[in-house]
C-alpha cells in the first residue's frame, strides 16, 4: 500500500486509574498527528485499580466526545497483540520528565523487541501536569484535596464517591 494513503492509526494505552488531564493533553496532541486515534484501558496486573474497566472507559469516552477521530478500547494481554488488531504498527506515547525517559526508552525497546514492526512515537506532554500520576490523584483525594486543576471534575466527583463507599 502506498504510504502516503494510508490512514494513520494510532493507540494511546494505558491503566487511567483515574484518567487525569495530563492524559487528556496526550489525547489532544495524538489526534491532531493521527487520522485515528484509539485510546485503550488496560489493566496492569501490578496495579489495584480503583475503577474498574468498564469505568474507566465510560470516563474517557465521555471526555473525548469532541475528537472526532479518538475512540475508546479495552483490550487484554500484550500491548503489541492488541495493536496488531487494530490493524495499526503505532503506539502513542507521553513524555512528561527525564525521570520518564528510562521507563519508557525500556517499554519502547522490549515493545520493538517482540514485535520490530511496530513503532512507538513520542510527544511531549504539557509540563502543566507533569509530575502528577493517577496514584498521587488517588491518594490525595482520599485525604481530602480538591485536584480539580488535574482531573476533569465529573472524575473528581466519581473518585470521591468511590473512596467513601
Ligand atoms: N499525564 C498524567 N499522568 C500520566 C501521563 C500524563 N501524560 N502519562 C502517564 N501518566 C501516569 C499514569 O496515570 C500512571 O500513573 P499510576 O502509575 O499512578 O497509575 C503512570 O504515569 C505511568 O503511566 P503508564 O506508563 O502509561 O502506565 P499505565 O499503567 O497507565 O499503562 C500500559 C501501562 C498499560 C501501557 C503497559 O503496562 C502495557 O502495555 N500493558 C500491556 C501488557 C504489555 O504489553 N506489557 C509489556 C510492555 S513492554
Request: proline content about 3%.
Amino acid at each position: 500500500m502506498n504510504i502516503s494513503n494510508r490512514v494513520r492509526k494510532a493507540i494511546y494505552a494505558g491503566t487511567f486509574d483515574p484518567v487525569t488531564k495530563g492524559h487528556l493533553d496526550v489525547v489532544e496532541r495524538g489526534s491532531r498527528i493521527f487520522d485515528e486515534l484509539i485510546v485503550a484501558v488496560a489493566d496492569n496486573p501490578s496495579k489495584k485499580s480503583i475503577f474498574s474497566r468498564q469505568e474507566r472507559v465510560r470516563h474517557i469516552r465521555k471526555l473525548v466526545t469532541k475528537y472526532p477521530n479518538v475512540r475508546v478500547d479495552t483490550f487484554k494481554g500484550l500491548l503489541i497483540d492488541y495493536v496488531r488488531t487494530q490493524d495499526t504498527n503505532i503506539i502513542l506515547r507521553g513524555i512528561r520528565t527525564v525521570s520518564d525517559f528510562e521507563y519508557e526508552f525500556q517499554m519502547a525497546l522490549t515493545n520493538r523487541a517482540l514485535a520490530p514492526d511496530i513503532e512507538t512515537v513520542f510527544v511531549m506532554a504539557c509540563e502543566k501536569y507533569s509530575y502528577i500520576s493517577s496514584r498521587l490523584i488517588r491518594e490525595t483525594v482520599q485525604l481530602g484535596a480538591d485536584v480539580s486543576m488535574f482531573v476533569p471534575s465529573e472524575v473528581q466527583a466519581e473518585l470521591r464517591r468511590k473512596i467513601k463507599k
